[in-house]
């Protein structure tokens, strides 16, 4: 089903970023059309009238970083199912990651997936093309094509796996300053990670699970930093996760080189205490890494060293999660818990805004995929692109009850203040109070 001719739309009660008295705001042709109390004055007489009761309005959140696993593991997510779980986090794009079976390295596939989203119609579902055929890091893809297709391919990445040859990601780099588009690295020195299954450190030790190095990370953060400033391009880091790659980030920018960086709820809140239960669901690739990483994550976040949050979304079916910790997938789910994460690790704290959260979640992953309909401001003639959050909302997360179609979630039976109360997607509502609206 598609949704063309959206129906006007005026929110009453709302706060444009958490800032000053509650406004309406009227949407009409998937634009918004006014702002201000007398905002619904010009509305016409069919016009969907919602009282938000005082909710912050922010701009449609970004990810830079889900999982939809279709084609191939429809038994654990799909086009549809993740768009709903995006959408009922507040998402109005998702970039789906190319780590499908088969994986999104051709045009075929990614204009697919394009379709489907599209068709799907409940946020922007933007397939990320793979850097090289297969994901095995060997031989470059015909980028240009997926770029040059319906998908417009604007992103590319082997995620899940490393770009690890440096002459193979100098090449990628080098066409994608040609091309204009981005390559998102998956940092991870594949020697260096050989079995590992947990955070190099005391709790490993520990536990006796083999250790993942940050080193591991952070060689290919400075790596690939080097080949971005000699090729002339741009390089993106998905999911940060040590202190050495923040001072390495820092150290980057100050040299003017261009490289964004994203960091998951799941590296902000957790750390790798967690792995004591040997419980599957907390295994992810980089794994969860110490406190003091957190900390420096969440300081480099509010700084700016590190640009947006990106969810990392990685849906697995519960045969592939509870079962012994060093055989568990890794990975976990991600889209409908970001907001009320880093709502109550950064805003309930003081260290942010709710303009900072729409700049971390909304504005600057736009910016870094060069998307001009997202993470724009809530101005009239503006794409109405919106998430209503409601701060003081009391929502209890619970896996079974998520719309995602797997239940991989580390943060069963947490609390959180924040939650998501209702999303726009061009001029239409696409979720409220928890619910898809078809
Ligand atoms: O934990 C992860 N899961 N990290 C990745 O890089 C890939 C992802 C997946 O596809 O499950
Ligand atoms: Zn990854």
């Not at 593991?73 to 799909?78: L, M, V």
């Not at 700049?359 to 794409?383: H, Y």
């Amino acid at each position: 089903m598609t949704h063309t001719e959206a129906p006007g739309l005026l929110l009453r009660n709302v706060r444009p970023y958490g800032e000053g008295d509650p406004v309406d705001v009227l949407i009409r042709d998937g634009l918004i059309a006014a702002i201000g109390a007398d905002a619904g004055a010009a509305a016409p007489t069919d016009t969907e009238v919602h009282d938000l009761g005082g909710s912050v309005l922010l701009p449609g959140f970004v990810d830079l970083h889900t999982h939809l696993r279709e084609p191939g593991r429809e038994d654990t997510e799909t086009i549809a199912s993740g768009s709903a779980a995006a959408a009922l986090g507040g998402y109005t794009a998702v970039f789906a990651m190319a780590n499908t079976q088969p994986p999104q390295d051709n045009q075929t596939v990614t204009d697919s997936v394009w379709r489907i989203g599209q068709e799907v119609g409940l946020c922007a579902v933007h397939p990320v093309g793979a850097v090289t055929v297969g994901l095995k890091g060997e031989q470059l893809t015909e980028m240009g094509q997926m770029a040059a297709g319906a998908a417009g391919v604007r992103v590319f990445s082997d995620d899940g796996m490393c770009v690890y040859d440096p002459l193979i990601m100098r090449r990628a780099l080098e066409y994608s300053a040609g091309l204009g588009v981005l390559i998102a690295q998956h940092a991870e020195e594949p020697r260096l990670t050989k079995g590992a299954v947990a955070h190099e450190g005391p709790t490993a030790a520990r536990l006796g699970l083999t250790g993942w190095p940050r080193s591991a990370e952070e060689s290919i953060v400075a790596r690939d930093a080097i080949l971005a400033r000699d090729a002339g391009a741009r390089v993106h880091i998905c999911h940060a996760s040590t202190t050495g790659t923040v001072e390495l980030l820092k150290w980057a920018k100050d040299q003017g080189i261009s490289i964004s960086a994203e960091v998951t709820p799941h590296h902000l809140l957790l750390d790798d205490s967690k792995l004591e239960t040997y419980d599957g669901v907390y295994r992810v690739n980089p794994p969860l890494r110490e406190a003091k990483d957190a900390r420096a994550l969440r300081a480099a976040l509010v700084s700016g060293v590190i640009d947006c949050v990106a969810t990392d979304h990685a849906p697995h079916a519960a045969q592939e999660k509870c079962c012994e910790f060093a055989a568990a997938r890794p990975g976990m789910l991600g889209l409908e818990t970001a907001l009320p994460i880093v709502a109550a690790l950064l805003v309930e704290t003081g260290d942010m805004t709710w303009r900072d959260l729409a700049r971390v979640m909304s504005v600057r992953p736009a910016e870094i995929a060069g998307l001009t309909d997202q993470g724009r401001p809530i101005e009239v003639g503006e794409p109405a692109n919106l998430a209503v959050v409601d701060p003081d909302s009391s929502w209890t997360v619970i896996g079974d009850e998520l719309a995602s179609l797997s239940a991989n979630t580390p943060y069963e039976g947490m609390t959180f203040s924040a939650r998501v109360v209702g999303t726009i997607y061009r001029g239409r509502v696409t979720t409220r109070n928890g619910e898809v609206i078809a």
